[in-house]
C-alpha cells in the first residue's frame, strides 16, 4: 500500500474494505468497539455492522492511504457516492490487534 507501514489492524480494516467484506470488516472491530463518522457515533457490533454496510459495502467504497502516523491515517476514499474521491483523515484506537475506536473526518 503505496510503501506505507500500517498495523496489522489498520492493514486488515483497508483490505477488508477494499474487497468489500462486511463480515471481515465486522472482524477487525473489539468488543464494545466505536466509531464515529457523519457526526453520529456507532457502539457495539450491531451498530458498526450497521455502519460498516451503510458507509462502506454499500456505496462500495475504496480507500488508497496516502500516509499513517500516530494512529491517523489520511487515505483518498471512493466508490458510489457524490463528490468522489474524496480525502479523509481516519484515528485508529488499536487494543489487541482490533479497532475499538474509528473516527473519520473530511479532510
Do not use: C, Y
Amino acid at each position: 500500500m503505496n510503501d506505507i507501514t500500517l498495523p496489522k489492524a489498520v492493514d486488515h480494516f483497508i483490505t477488508a474494505t477494499n474487497a468489500h467484506d462486511a463480515n471481515e470488516l465486522a472482524a477487525v472491530f473489539g468488543d464494545g468497539a466505536t466509531v464515529r463518522d457523519d457526526g453520529q457515533t456507532w457502539t457495539g457490533e450491531a451498530e458498526i455492522r450497521e455502519w460498516i454496510q451503510g458507509h462502506l459495502i454499500d456505496p462500495r467504497v475504496v480507500l488508497t492511504p496516502t500516509s499513517f502516523a500516530h494512529g491517523r491515517l489520511v487515505a483518498s476514499g471512493d466508490g458510489d457516492f457524490p463528490g468522489g474521491p474524496l480525502s479523509f483523515a481516519l484515528v485508529f484506537d488499536i487494543k489487541d490487534d482490533q479497532i475499538s475506536g474509528l473516527a473519520i473526518e473530511p479532510v
